[in-house]
T-cell receptor, first 108, second 113 residues
């Protein structure tokens, strides 16, 4: 079983839609959690950290459920520029494990 | 800081040849990771160094793969002999003391024909 599991998508949504991604992780001792964004043929870059209390950054909201071992990302009012692959990341003993990513296509 | 620097950006080689990928981490970052990304398997962690010491190489696929970090400013990932199934994008990433964000290099796109 992979350490981090994600729905690969793709999610095809119109501009302005709200879209949510989830991922699950296997190790309950995981220390910290992140969402990364990867554009086509580019390297992954940090989108936001995920805290137990939930956190928001503009149109993006991240949630962590430690009891169920899942992480979510909500994107409101999606823009064309949000089209990318979103990677769920879990830090286990200072090793960063990545999900396979969920592809998002925002269409006009 | 120029960020994590990887070279070469692209490599095309024939099956059986030795391939060496290089990474220069961000100065002061004491953790370094090598990842491999393919469409089928996503981003796989190959090996993790901390303070130049290999901590976990359980992700290295087989003996054909080896990685070194002779000093804090340089790491290599070597494949010998290379096979077509090694074709992938190989990323190097580093982590600072606060462990809050992994910074990636631009990757090396390897094609073995």
């Amino acid at each position: 079983r992979k350490e981090v599991e994600q729905d690969p998508g793709p999610f095809n949504v119109p501009e302005g839609a709200t879209v949510a991604f989830n991922c699950t992780y296997s190790n309950s001792a995981s220390q910290s959690f992140f969402w990364y964004r990867q554009d086509c043929r580019k390297e992954p870059k940090l989108l936001m950290s995920v805290y137990s209390s939930g956190n928001e950054d503009g149109r993006f909201t991240a949630q962590l459920n430690r009891a169920s071992q899942y992480i979510s990302l909500l994107i409101r009012d999606s823009k064309l520029s949000d089209s990318a692959t979103y990677l769920c990341v879990v830090n286990m003993v200072n090793k960063f494990y990545f999900g396979s990513g969920t592809k998002l296509n925002v269409k006009p | 800081d120029a960020g994590v620097i990887q070279s070469p950006r692209h490599e095309v080689t024939e099956m059986g040849q030795e391939v060496t990928l290089r990474c220069k981490p961000i100065s002061g970052h004491n953790s370094l990771f090598w990842y491999r990304q393919t469409m089928m398997r996503g981003l796989e962690l190959l090996i993790y160094f901390n303070n130049n010491v290999p901590i976990d190489d359980s992700g290295m696929p087989e003996d054909r793969f080896s990685a070194k970090m002779p000093n804090a400013s340089f790491s290599t990932l070597k494949i010998q002999p290379s096979e077509p199934r090694d074709s992938a994008v190989y990323f190097c990433a580093t982590l600072g003391q606060l462990n809050t964000e992994a910074f990636f290099g631009q990757g090396t796109r390897l094609t073995v024909v």
